[in-house]
């Protein structure tokens, strides 16, 4: 198999209900294996033979599939083909690629049309393949909790919109009323924001507990980004919302294997393309999501670079929204001043030479001119911290 497993790699937690899994091959021999491995877990187990069959089970399907694992090479319909129409089915399953060749190309079109997480070549190991599916299925559990985060706040934001129309009814006839009213709105608003606060931190830990290396990246890149904009004299709702898009930049690399993340050498071709979906990810994962800001989009956009040579859409110049620009600065900031699996930390001054040595290229020359002013106060005043990465 090529996705190899840390030996530290310890079995997920006992999962809270009944998951149901689909597998497709044309060869009975894969079928069976796979009803063996699976039949001590407490899943439902379906099986199909070809393309077709196995998108009429999902159609017919009373519960969502949580994961769904499919050969590459069938008769009439490919794996890419069939991931392609059932991602459209049940979007938020799991989707394990089975091929017989390591082929990159392929297994690319598998990620970017069939939007595939993983991948095993023929054959594979019994043991392996069963730590990945629990894995994955633990991950899809964390995802259906954060959906029940996201419903809580957008159910708060209607009871808001609710009483905000009442005040206003209430606002035409007394004065003390609306004064009462307007405490309650305050209160309603400060547990709303409470309850904001409390997903984004959670949203935060998932990549954390993913990838030990990079603990308190969000946060730093969080406290650069703002002290950048604090400096650009940008606003409080610019600086609210550049600090909730920096906490969350990397939450879309739930969806990249852990053995990618944590790599102690330089990432092959394939492992960098999985790597750049974490951009788009991120985006489906937090456009359903009511904030009061376009977080979702800043965060699609936080690896592009001023010269169209950044990812994932190659945008250019202005195209690419101010607080993104902040935020990328910031993200190469913390990275190169940190230590990493694959290189020892290179310090805050090697990175600001990065920064400025491709500033007005792929840099925003008034972020990075901001950046630098920073970097001069923090040096000066021991009290603003030994970096520009410390309070």
């Known amino acids: 198999m090529v996705i190899g497993i840390r030996k530290d790699f310890k079995l997920p937690q006992r999962l809270s209900y009944q998951h149901s899994i689909l597998i497709v091959d044309d060869e009975d021999s894969i079928l069976n294996a796979f009803k063996r491995i699976l039949a001590d877990e407490d899943y439902e187990v379906r099986v199909a033979n070809n393309g077709l069959d196995g998108l009429n089970i999902l159609r017919s399907a009373k519960k969502p599939f ?19 129409q059932a991602k459209e089915i049940f979007p938020d399953a799991v989707r394990i690629l089975l091929t017989g060749y390591a082929d990159s190309d392929s297994i690319i079109e598998a990620i970017n049309k069939g939007g595939v997480h993983l991948y095993f070549t023929k054959p594979w190991h019994e043991e392996e393949i069963l730590l990945h599916i629990k894995q994955s299925l633990s991950k899809v559990e964390i995802l259906a909790e954060n959906r029940r985060l996201m419903e809580m706040i957008q159910n708060k934001n209607k009871e808001l919109m609710a009483l905000n129309k009442k005040l206003e009814k209430k606002a035409e006839e007394k004065t003390n009323d609306l004064l009462i009213q307007t405490e309650k709105l305050k209160e309603s608003y400060k547990k709303s924001q409470i309850i904001l606060d409390g997903i984004v931190r959670t949203l935060s830990k998932i990549i954390e507990t993913r990838d030990p290396y990079t603990s308190g990246h969000e946060d730093q890149v969080a406290k650069i980004a703002c002290k950048i904009a604090k400096e650009m004299k940008l606003s409080e709702d610019q600086l609210s919302f550049i600090h909730i898009a920096a906490t969350l930049h990397d939450i879309g690399k739930i969806s990249v294997p852990s053995e990618i993340l944590t790599k102690p050498s330089v990432l092959s071709k394939l492992e960098m393309e999985i790597i750049k979906t974490h951009c788009k990810v991120a985006n489906d994962v937090l456009k359903s999501i009511e904030f009061p800001y376009p977080v979702a989009e800043i965060i699609y956009q936080h690896h592009e670079r001023m010269d169209g040579s950044g990812y994932p859409r190659g945008l250019k110049g202005d195209e690419i929204a101010l607080e993104a620009r902040i935020i990328g600065v910031a993200d190469v900031i913390d990275a190169m001043a940190s230590y990493r699996p694959y290189r020892p930390a290179l310090g805050v001054d090697a990175a600001i030479q990065e920064i400025v040595k491709f500033k007005g290229i792929t840099y925003d020359p008034v972020v990075v001119d901001a950046c630098l002013k920073v970097y001069k106060k923090t040096s000066a005043n021991p009290k603003d911290g030994k970096s520009l990465s410390i309070n």
């Open 66 to 84: 949580s994961l769904i694992i499919s050969d590459q090479r069938m008769p009439e319909m490919n794996g890419v083909q069939f991931f392609a």
